[in-house]
C-alpha cells in the first residue's frame, strides 16, 4: 500500500489532482496501521516478554529515526526538485523493505 500511495503522490504533484492526492493519503491512512499491527504482532511473538520492550523501543526509536533523518533529507532535497518527486523515495524504500521481507523468513512463533 505505501507504493501505491507514493505513487499516488507523485500522480498527484504532476497531474495536480486532488482526486489522487485524497487516494494517497487513504492508501497511507490505510498502511500505517498494517505496518504498526504486523511489526507488534511479529515483536510480541517472536520475543521473550523479557525482551519484547527492548525490542519495541528498537523499533520505535528507530523508526522515529527515520523520519527525522527523511525530514532533514528532504528539507535539503526540496530546494533542488520538485515536491512530487521526493514521494517516489517511498515508492524505492517500499519496495527495498518488501524485498527484505520476503527474503528473511520469520521463525516460528515460540
Do not use: C, W
Given at each position: 500500500?505505501?507504493?501505491?500511495?507514493?505513487?499516488?503522490?507523485?500522480?498527484a504533484?504532476?497531474?495536480?489532482?486532488?482526486?489522487?492526492?485524497?487516494?494517497?493519503?487513504?492508501?497511507?491512512?490505510?498502511?500505517?496501521?498494517?505496518?504498526?499491527?504486523?511489526?507488534?504482532?511479529?515483536?510480541?511473538?517472536?520475543?521473550?516478554?523479557?525482551?519484547?520492550?527492548?525490542?519495541?523501543?528498537?523499533?520505535?526509536?528507530?523508526?522515529?529515526?527515520?523520519?527525522?533523518?527523511?525530514?532533514?533529507?528532504?528539507?535539503?532535497?526540496?530546494?533542488?526538485?520538485p515536491?512530487?518527486y521526493?514521494?517516489?523515495?517511498?515508492?524505492?524504500?517500499?519496495?527495498?523493505?518488501?524485498?527484505?521481507?520476503?527474503?528473511?523468513?520469520?521463525?516460528?512463533?515460540?
Amino acid at each position: 500500500m505505501y507504493i501505491l500511495a507514493g505513487l499516488a503522490y507523485f500522480g498527484a504533484g504532476v497531474l495536480q489532482s486532488p482526486t489522487l492526492i485524497i487516494i494517497a493519503v487513504v492508501l497511507n491512512g490505510l498502511a500505517s496501521p498494517i505496518f504498526f499491527t504486523t511489526n507488534m504482532n511479529i515483536i510480541r511473538t517472536q520475543t521473550d516478554p523479557q525482551q519484547a520492550t527492548s525490542a519495541f523501543a528498537l523499533f520505535h526509536t528507530a523508526f522515529q529515526g527515520g523520519f527525522f533523518i527523511g525530514a532533514l533529507a528532504i528539507a535539503g532535497i526540496v530546494d533542488v526538485i520538485p515536491l512530487y518527486y521526493v514521494f517516489l523515495g517511498i515508492v524505492v524504500f517500499s519496495f527495498i523493505s518488501m524485498i527484505i521481507n520476503i527474503t528473511i523468513p520469520i521463525p516460528e512463533e515460540k
